[in-house]
């Protein structure tokens, strides 16, 4: 059985993305590591996703994210994060963050966006705590994190979900930001690489995104993948 299990979330306009996270995330990784895409129509399909489309969910996988805990059944430690990182540390680093007092742990991000649209031009909310849950270490059994059942996602507003009100405060322990470092905001570290690149306005599989912090070596990961990858 894997250290560590992770769930990417997937989306069918960026697959390339979630190539590059999950490539980039096993290359580093000192421990066993099992991922998986979480497909929001495979939830569907089987069921046990029912909400609404929501016009201002910028992803497939704006809710489906919090199945996280119910794929792992609710046993053990899991990560979740979003498909568009590119990972240098090694997710062993996350293993001294697991608190068995804590539901989940995350960086806790005081992000306000620049901008309001992002890359493909889907609106870009703000609101408090965001990017929390772009990046989330779940306590998979906790009481807290037993909550986030099908039936409780699938009927709950975006901002309880993703401000993690599911969990109190002082169950939400707190990773460096270094593991969700946010590309155009974060500060560069002085030596070295951020352990993971989160290109939360935008990334380099866009041809209008190339301008951004570390894109050649998400290139270089893209086509090494697909040796006919372009940027849309």
Not at 66 to 76: E, I, N, Q
Not at 97 to 121: F, I, L, S
Not at 125 to 140: A, H
Not at 144 to 161: C, D, H, V, W, Y
Request: hydrophobic content about 40%; charged content about 25%.
């Amino acid at each position: 059985m894997a250290e560590l299990s992770v769930y990417i979330g997937w989306d069918s306009r960026e697959d390339i993305a979630y190539e590059v996270a999950k490539a980039s995330l096993l290359e580093h990784a000192s421990i066993e590591v099992d991922v998986f895409p979480i497909k929001l129509q495979e939830l569907v399909e089987r069921g046990v996703y029912t909400r609404p489309v929501d016009p201002l969910a910028s992803t497939e996988f704006t809710y489906s994210r919090f199945f996280t805990p119910w794929l792992a059944d609710y046993s053990g430690w899991a990560l979740f994060c979003d498909c568009d990182f590119l990972f240098f540390g090694d997710v062993a680093d996350l293993l001294q963050y697991r608190n068995e007092d804590h539901a989940v742990a995350c960086v806790h991000h005081d992000y306000t966006p620049k901008e309001g649209v992002k890359m493909d031009g889907k609106i870009q909310t703000s609101y408090p705590r965001k990017n929390w849950s772009s990046f989330m270490l779940f306590n998979c059994a906790h009481p807290s994190t037993r909550k986030l059942t099908p039936q409780l996602i699938n009927a709950e507003t975006g901002a309880f979900l993703h401000r993690l009100q599911w969990a109190d405060d002082r169950e939400i322990g707190e990773i460096p930001e270094e593991w969700n470092w946010l590309e155009g905001w974060s500060s560069k570290p002085s030596t070295g690489y951020p352990k993971g690149v989160h290109y939360t306005n935008g990334g380099p599989w866009f041809s209008n995104w190339q301008d951004v912090e570390y894109a050649q070596q998400w290139l270089d990961k893209a086509l090494a993948i697909d040796p006919s990858f372009t940027p849309v």
